[in-house]
């Protein structure tokens, strides 16, 4: 698959690259841009794509640069840490073998394709070989929902939470823990304050 249909499929969902320079050390991002990894962003998650020529670039390459990805795990804010991914783009699915002559995807390629994306140690990875492959990565195939409510579950939580008429001590303080946070302090104020009234 052409690495374009894909940057595309990114700009749809709202994705745009790194601002490389003034979001990275100099240092990483020259490493990054060297070795033709680009790295994309949104609210949510940032996203490594890198393109292999061939069976044979990808089957001598994928490997090395997982690691280089383990350097940009240090340098991206925190709540992205468990929301990076790897998008491994095989241009041509043939290579040539040490006859020259060219072959389609073999076993060793697909085991290593399989081998990549069962293992998320560093990052969640998809082999993308052609635009079917696209479907498999979920928020690429999410509806245009507002990503920000679509899976939302803190604030649901947290409805549900002011529903409840009598509510436990032991739920205010579980919830004040979880939501111990600038993000939800009216929340936390309501909680105290039915937790005061009811020990009236």
Not at 99 to 109: A, F, H, T, Y
Request: one cysteine or more; charged letters at 35%; hydrophobic letters at 35%.
């Amino acid at each position: 698959m052409e690495i374009s249909m894909l940057r595309g499929e990114l700009k749809r969902k709202e994705f745009a690259t790194l601002n490389y320079f003034s979001e990275l050390s100099r240092e990483l991002a020259e490493h990054l841009l060297d070795n033709g990894l680009e790295i994309w962003k949104d609210d949510n998650r940032y996203v490594v794509v890198k393109e292999y020529k061939n069976n044979y670039d990808f089957l001598n390459s994928a490997e090395k640069d997982q690691l280089k990805i383990l350097a940009l795990l240090e340098e991206i804010p925190t709540k992205y840490k468990n929301n990076l991914y790897f998008f491994l783009v095989i241009n041509k699915l043939t290579s040539k073998n040490d006859k020259g002559v060219l072959e389609l995807e073999n076993d060793k390629v697909t085991l290593e394709i399989n081998r990549l994306e069962k293992d998320a140690f560093i990052c969640r990875k998809y082999v993308i070989k052609t635009t079917e492959d696209l479907a498999r990565v979920p928020f690429l195939t999410e509806n245009n929902i507002n990503r920000k409510t679509y899976f939302n579950y803190e604030e649901m939580f947290k409805n549900e939470l002011l529903k409840i008429e009598d509510i436990d001590l032991n739920v205010v303080r579980a919830a004040e823990t979880y939501f111990s946070n600038k993000e939800y302090p009216n929340l936390i104020k309501v909680l105290r304050g039915r937790d005061k009234n009811e020990n009236k």
